[in-house]
């Protein structure tokens, strides 16, 4: 079992796992929206991964022998001005669930859990791996600037990603 304290910041997380899949499933569908299809299919992907991230949890929650308490997901944000908004917003977003696989982590040292420790590490990887794909967007939408040509290449480039 699960201590307590673990056990709570890791089904809060299912939560925050699934509030960021619906974020990116929003993105998506803004990135339709605007024509942009490559756009789009990278949230979709992202969309599938959080998804998968909450399901993680309360896979290790069950093996723990816990129960999951679901929670509701709040509403995402809908109005976004520009792709390059979107990424920063996106790039905020993932600052903030490596916050939270963070404060998770902490609890488990702090609770001397070491299988806990060896589940998150994977998240902690994760959460490298997808602030540096968010920031590298951000950085070419901010060089790409106002060119049309520039956007519409690298929709195409972002279209390429497929599921992991």
Known sequence: MLSKPVYDKMNAQITHEMASAYLYLSMAAYFEHENLPGFASWMRVQFGEEQQHGLKFMDYILERGNKVALQPIPQPEVEFSSPLDVFKQTLAHEKKVTSLILAIYAEAVAQNDVAAQIFLQWFVNEQVEEEA??????????????SAGGLYQLDHQLGKRGAD
């Open 133 to 146: 794909n968010a920031s590298q967007i951000v950085d070419i939408l901010t060089k790409i600037g106002d």
